[in-house]
């Protein structure tokens, strides 16, 4: 049976993301090198993936374009939704990707009266109100969406790598974060 998953901001090749630190100051990305990050994102990618499933890549894929190469070694067709650090030009990424998009709107089932939108920056969540129920993202790493409470807006799913224990999602747990309105940390897991 084949199946589909969500996954954003790999940023294979990216040295100095091992660098970068989360609010509490514990490290964004807890490898001792970017050779360890690449390959440990690579096994978990392929211990989840099959090579007849789906990738959704909400985008940031490499820095730099030469680590692009990595992809061929990812179990999965692979569809990318552009991100802010994928500006190569299209052919780059054709090689590697069935298809190229700029946002993907899915419109599920009966219990999403709007649908799903994803995107790799989140959408303002006046974009939600009556139009998609959810919005799936990536591009801020291991922070959430904030409701005007103060609270973890359940509109919203960050498909980062960061907060998805370095592992694509599937698509199924997504939809069932969506239907129980759970909270981020429900299904997705730290390090």
Known sequence: MMSAFVTSDTHFGHAKMIDFLRPDGEP???FA???EMDETI?????????????VYHLGDVVIPRASLKLLSRLN????????????????????YFE???????HPCDSAFPGG??????????????????????????????LDDNGQ????????????NNFSPVAFEDIKEFFRRGRTS???QHAY
Not at 99 to 105: T, Y
Not at 152 to 163: I, T
């Open 28 to 30: 964004l990305r807890p």
């Open 33 to 35: 090198s970017c050779e």
């Open 42 to 54: 690579i096994e978990r990618w392929n211990a989840k993936v099959g090579k007849r499933d789906t």
């Open 76 to 95: 999965g067709r692979k569809i990318l939704i552009r991100g802010n650090h994928d500006q190569g030009a299209l052919k780059d990424y054709l090689p």
């Open 99 to 105: 298809d190229v998009r700029g946002a993907f709107f």
């Open 116 to 145: 799903l939108i994803f995107t790799h920056v989140p959408v303002h969540p006046s974009c939600l109100s009556g139009h998609y129920t959810g919005n799936v993202h990536g591009h801020l790493h291991c922070h959430r969406i």
């Open 152 to 163: 973890v807006d359940k509109r919203f799913f960050n498909a980062c790598l960061e907060v």
């Open 185 to 187: 940390s429900d299904i």
